[in-house]
């Protein structure tokens, strides 16, 4: 008996969600959004990390780059 | 309700915690290598169970240490290190408190993790599976769950419920339903005896795995997967349809962990049902978890999310195996063999760590300062692969060789013997698993800082990503539609649901049998229960804390193999002293539900101080800590453990089989408790000493040399291997094991010892030899008699022997010397036979002249003469009637 109900429950439940999914385009489109809202907090976060390790890099090379800028014109004096 | 991540935060960067993400990752990968340790330790006393006996702390005590370690040590702190990362990238906000973290990084490891092992280890522990860290650190791990809530879960609630992704609710659902689950796994059973403290134990097995591990392993699958990808996952709606099954099916899984035990059958039949509904769920799970990595090839090029696509591949094995493991059919085959332990470690090694690991390196990646080794990272994942894969594969295979064993009725150590090369092989798995984990320290440890980002941006470059679809990217952020209220609403709905479904499997799987059981105890149960003594409750404490319920069940199942073998199954009432219940889920060692009365206090003593000296190829640990140097001088630890066994089925023998009538009355139509009443036996143990006859035909001996084999594997250490009665054993037993090679016996008495065992001495039945093994240790015993050349006695010697024998001694050898004298039947070890066993003249006159200790049979000096002691040793030589050798039947 019990094991009936939750059969029945657990099948009634999935159902209900796929039908309302396939029947409701707004409602599908609204079970489907946080997917993209992740994926957009995913890029901005990666951006933000990557685009501060770009950063951090190019100033590396940058700084790299003036030393031995001014090493040589030291050498050349 | 707040909306989500708004643009303001985003430019104000995620506040990802990188210190706490740090601790907990290095927190993790060294509680990992003490964990296996344990765990290497453990499998090593499999096939060397003296290694290192006399440094290391006991098996169990180890065991503890090391699933206690696995599960709260390593993937407690590789998941705090993942939602450090992951739950401000997630809410847009950062955790509650840094200062928090500090205390939860600390409470986690040195107020859980140190003094868990330090207490397990000294001997201070619960013995309920995945609960083995006693109660006052339980209550660490409560806080530590309450700190993380207070940490985790307001950044979601500040963000509000619109848009939840995946992985969130997955996080919210760990957090919560664990502050559920632990507290009713770990301190329940305590107050809630034998089978019925069992359900609720059960619950938790599957709650430990169901909603804390595997929600936590999906919340990175799902995390990991898209972020690696730049692609979202494939189906929203099917993730989120895996999540609420999930969480309504998990919690109804428990019971399988005891099918076929005295739990209500409907309890069973409903955690059968849902184990089956589960996997189907996990089917929809894995399918869009793999759909959202297509393309990604089938080795992802992304160290973190190749580690994740594995787990997913795990998590699809190893759910499928859980709902046909529930079937019956399979379940009555693997079910406590080393299948159970491939599965868990599938589960717990498989599918949650390299989740765990996935994540960690995916955050690793991701923090700017963080060392980064790729190729270390590289060697983990092969190693790690490899060998986990092939010990799965090999205890898989080793379930189902002691399944089998079992099922044939063969002895209980042929399963141990056959197990041998598989539990090598299983430690040999170690070696690339260690090497695997040690790789991924050194990956996290060594190499350039900020390399990960170097890794990631490499592949990123390798792969063309896929931009979210820009219609449906800002869709349902800048309004809320009707149909979205009431998904909205529908998420509050189904979250009050989540919860009160957690209630309703504890009610469903818990209370009920709880009352069930009860209620059968009521009516079954003696109506004067003989409570355990305070010897026999500190004996319980020891059985407890050594770990011994790892090995040994206390349950006879309702199956026809286990009947066979142990006896009538349990029933509920048995149990009810049971605070709390050690049914036990795997047998390495046989059942003791009906342990009691099958072995003298003696041999309990020499198989607990050195068990290979009274069974060569058994693979029990020793515990010499419980005597003072000898098992002759056991200490209190040691009498109160053997008292304790001797307790295990003596409740339902004082009650058999007068107690039964009235029980079975009351069972009516009970199927289950019927087939308990009606076995053959109460106690079928082999080893069970029986009284004379009922032997049967034991036909043509097995060969020779299996018969020296069986010999050197089950008497020898008894005996010895010459039959000398001079085995490692011998000095400690009494009466000490009889010297073969001066007795000669025909072979019917040989087959009526090997059947019945001889009560009162340490010589057990072996009943469950087959019967051309037995015939071939009926012909290894007759070699070892070597015939003595004695002068034959006269006839005025033996009518003096004669004399003596009818006034001392025919009243227990009886008159024809038979051993069956109107006392016989008074005596705690049955008088010899000697119309079946004569014993040398020699031999004769030094038991006259000494007895026999642990005998009533006494010394004669003081009665006798020496030329009366040496009349009597010749007279009763004359009753030995010889037979040909190989008996046509030996029952008599």
Redesign the interface.
């Known amino acids: 008996m019990?094991?009936n109900l939750?059969?029945g429950l657990?099948l009634a439940?999935?159902v209900a969600?796929?039908l309302a999914?396939w029947l409701?385009p707004?409602?599908?489109?609204?079970?489907?959004?946080?997917?993209?809202?992740?994926?957009?907090?995913?890029?901005?976060?990666?951006k933000?990390?990557?685009d501060?390790?770009r950063q951090?890099t190019q100033a590396k090379v940058s700084d790299q780059a003036t030393r031995s800028d001014k090493e040589r014109t030291n050498e050349t004096r | 309700m707040s909306e989500?991540?708004s643009s303001a935060q985003?430019e104000s960067?995620?506040q990802v915690d990188t210190l706490l993400v740090k601790a907990h990752g290095i927190a993790a990968f060294v509680t990992l290598l003490i964990a296996v340790i344990f765990g290497i330790l453990v499998s090593l006393q499999f096939f060397l169970p003296d290694f290192a006996a006399n440094l290391l702390p006991t098996w169990g005590r180890m065991r503890y240490a090391h699933t206690q370690g696995i599960m709260l040590g390593w993937l407690g702190n590789a998941f705090l290190a993942f939602l450090y990362h992951a739950v401000p990238?997630?809410t847009?906000r950062p955790v509650t408190s840094h200062k928090l973290g500090l205390w939860l990084f600390g409470i986690w490891n040195f107020a859980v993790m140190l003094p868990g092992w330090v207490l397990v280890l000294a001997g201070v522990s619960q013995p309920l599976e995945w609960a083995e860290f006693p109660l006052p650190v339980d209550a660490f791990v409560v806080l530590g769950f309450v700190l993380a809530a207070a940490q985790f879960l307001p950044p979601f609630f500040r963000r509000g419920i619109a848009?939840?992704?995946?992985?969130s609710w997955y996080i919210i659902g760990a957090l919560i339903f664990t502050l559920l689950s632990y507290p009713m796994g770990n301190i329940v059973p305590e107050f809630v005896p034998g089978a019925a403290g069992a359900a609720f134990s059960g619950l938790w097995i599957h709650d430990a795995v169901g909603l804390f591990v595997t929600p936590l392993a999906l919340a990175i699958l799902y995390f990991v997967v898209?972020?690696t990808t730049?692609?979202?996952?494939y189906?929203?709606?099917l993730?989120?349809?895996g999540f609420?099954?999930l969480f309504?099916?998990y919690p109804?899984n428990g019971t399988h962990h005891y099918i076929f035990s005295v739990i209500p059958m409907?309890a069973q039949?409903?955690a059968i049902?849902?184990s089956f509904?589960l996997g189907v769920i996990v089917i929809i799970v894995v399918s869009n978890l793999m759909l959202s990595q297509r393309g990604s090839g089938l080795i992802p090029r992304d160290i973190g999310l190749r580690f994740v696509s594995m787990s997913v591949v795990f998590y699809l094995i190893v759910s499928i195996q859980g709902s046909l493991q529930a079937n019956m059919s399979l379940n009555q085959l693997t079910h406590f063999t080393d299948w159970v332990i491939g599965h868990s470690h599938l589960a717990m090694l498989g599918f949650a760590t390299f989740a765990g690991i996935g994540g960690i390196i995916h955050a690793w990646q991701?923090m700017?300062d963080a060392r980064y080794n790729a190729r270390a990272f590289e060697w983990a994942y092969w190693l790690l692969v490899v060998g986990i894969g092939t010990m799965v594969l090999d205890l898989t295979l080793a379930g189902l060789v002691q399944g089998g064993s079992w099922e044939s009725g063969a002895p209980w150590l042929e399963s141990v013997r056959e197990s041998r090369p598989y539990w090598i092989v299983r430690s040999l798995t170690a070696i690339p698993i260690t090497a695997g984990f040690v790789a991924l320290f050194v990956g996290m440890t060594t190499g350039p800082r900020?390399a990960g980002?170097d890794a990631?941006?490499r592949v990123r470059q390798q792969q063309a990503i896929q931009q979210?679809?820009p219609e449906?990217?800002d869709?349902?952020?800048s309004h809320v539609?009707?149909?979205?209220r009431?998904?909205g609403m529908s998420y509050v709905v189904a979250s009050v649901a989540g919860v009160a479904f957690f209630v309703f499997s504890v009610s469903?799987l818990g209370e009920l049998p709880r009352r069930m059981l009860e209620q059968q105890t009521v009516s079954m149960a003696p109506q004067n229960p003989l409570p355990l003594t305070d010897s026999e409750l500190r004996g319980r404490d020891v059985y407890a804390r050594e770990g011994c319920a790892y090995c040994h069940t206390q349950q006879v199942r309702y199956t026809d193999a286990d009947i066979v073998r142990f006896g009538a199954p349990t029933l509920a009432w048995e149990g009810r002293f049971d605070f709390p219940h050690l049914l036990g889920t795997r047998r390495i060692g046989p059942d003791l539900a009906r342990a009691t009365a099958t072995r003298p206090q003696q041999w309990h003593f020499v198989h607990l101080y050195s068990p290979r000296a009274v069974a060569p190829t058994s693979i029990m640990p020793s515990y010499p800590e419980l005597f003072d140097g000898s098992p002759e001088q056991p200490r209190q630890e040691a009498r109160d453990l053997v008292a304790y066994l001797e307790t295990l089925g003596r409740a339902r023998e004082l009650a058999w089989p007068e107690g039964e009538v009235a029980a079975k009355a009351a069972a009516s139509d009970n199927m289950w408790a019927q087939m308990s009443f009606s076995a053959p036996v109460l106690n079928a143990h082999p080893a069970r000493t029986q009284p004379r006859g009922q032997a049967p035909a034991f036909g043509t001996p097995a060969a020779p040399e299996l018969g020296l084999q069986l010999w050197r594997d089950n008497c020898s250490g008894c005996h010895g291997l010459d039959g000398r009665g001079n085995g490692s054993a011998s000095a400690w037993l009494q009466p000490q094991p009889t010297n073969l090679s001066v007795r000669e016996y025909t072979s019917a008495r040989l087959g009526d010892i090997l059947w019945n065992g001889v009560h009162g001495s340490s010589m057990p039945g072996w009943r469950d030899q087959p019967a051309a093994n037995l015939a071939a240790l009926v012909e290894v015993v007759h070699g070892f008699y070597q015939e003595e050349l004695t002068t034959r006695a006269t006839p005025e010697l033996l009518a003096t022997g004669a004399r003596i024998y009818a006034a001392h001694c025919a009243e227990c050898h009886g008159v024809n010397g038979a051993g069956d004298g109107f006392a016989a039947d008074q005596l705690a070890v049955l008088p010899t036979d000697f119309r079946s066993e004569r014993p040398a003249l020699e031999e004769n006159i030094r038991v006259l002249r000494n007895g026999v200790q642990g005998t009533p049979m006494a010394p004669w000096t003081d009665r006798l003469s020496d030329d009366e002691i040496v009349a009597v040793a010749h007279y009763v030589r004359e009753f030995f009637v010889r037979e040909n050798s190989v008996p046509e039947g030996v029952g008599q």
């Open positions: 019990i094991t939750i059969v657990s439940f999935a969600l796929l999914n409701v707004t409602l599908r489109r609204q079970i489907e959004q946080p997917k993209y809202t992740f994926q957009e907090q995913l890029q901005h976060f990666d933000q990390h990557f501060k390790q951090d | 989500v991540t985003r960067g995620y990238i997630l847009g848009n939840l992704y995946v992985s898209p972020a730049g692609r979202p996952v189906s929203h709606l993730s989120m349809l609420w099954g309504f099916l109804l409907e039949m409903t049902m849902a509904l991701r700017p900020g980002a990631v941006e979210v679809a449906l990217s869709g349902g952020t539609s009707s149909p979205a009431l998904l469903l």
